[in-house]
């Protein structure tokens, strides 16, 4: 027995190594692909609407969103966690989008599509409420929801903050370059899309550890909800 745990000790500790190894992995290719992206345009288009780096954030939201709802319509477990997340990716794809929309539909359509999506996701969760709670209870304490909301504090707090024009008047002056600013904003928003995607991976990696080794979060709930209609029907 001390032998089987042992080996399943190890190949947990090599399965997470052989994960951090391919995050870091993803930083310095990430690193490399933005200067890259950078070397690609003139000074006065570096890091726009249309760059690689914008493409690749739209890529990072779509494959996130897409493994939330596989999530959502396949797993057991933490089922309403992913829809839930799935609210701020999708609501995030289509905020990425909205130069097409406006371009092609009118100003402010994006908000139509992404106010939906929050919308079905919010009813979904309120609707499912005690699932939902025991699957935050667990997902809270678990490093995929350390690295979302860090991800999340660096897409939506810090590289807002980091982009403003004030800050960058102070640091450059009279020297001010437009591109530099887009760069600072844009790199740190990717990165933390990345971040983002990271801990989508690691949901899922723990919803299929989580299915494998313990029920999942609603039996204990049918499990009562039958209890009772048992009693009733006795008395």
């Known amino acids: ?85 799935f609210g701020l990716t999708g609501a995030s794809l289509i905020r990425e989008q909205d130069i097409y929309f406006e371009k092609y539909i009118g100003q402010g359509s994006w908000q139509i599509p992404a106010y939906a999506i929050l919308i079905f996701t919010l009813y ?15 997902y809270m304490s678990s490093l995929s929801f350390g690295i979302f909301s860090t991800g999340l504090i660096t897409t939506y707090i810090f590289s807002r903050l980091f982009g403003r024009k004030v800050f960058w008047y102070v640091v450059m002056e009279n020297h001010y370059i437009r591109a530099v600013k887009n760069a600072a904003e844009e790199c740190l928003e990717l990165y933390g899309y990345l971040l983002i995607l990271i801990s989508i991976i690691e949901l899922l990696i723990l919803s299929k550890q989580k299915t494998s080794y313990k029920t999942p979060f609603n039996t204990k709930r049918r499990t009562s909800e039958r209890s009772i209609m048992l009693e009733n029907q006795v008395n």
Do not use: C, H
């Open 1 to 85: 027995m001390d032998k089987f745990n042992l080996s399943n000790d190890l190949r947990s500790f090599l399965f997470s190594a052989f994960r951090i190894i391919l995050y870091a992995l993803a930083a310095v290719l990430l690193a490399e692909f933005i200067r890259w992206d950078g070397s690609l345009s003139s000074i006065d288009n570096k890091f726009s609407e249309d760059s690689l780096t914008e493409m690749l954030q739209t890529a990072f939201l779509f494959i996130s969103s897409f493994i939330l709802l596989r999530m959502y319509s396949t797993s057991t477990t933490y089922k309403y966690t992913a829809i839930l997340l």
């Open 124 to 138: 979904q969760v309120i609707r499912n409420r005690s699932i939902f709670l025991a699957e935050m209870k667990s």
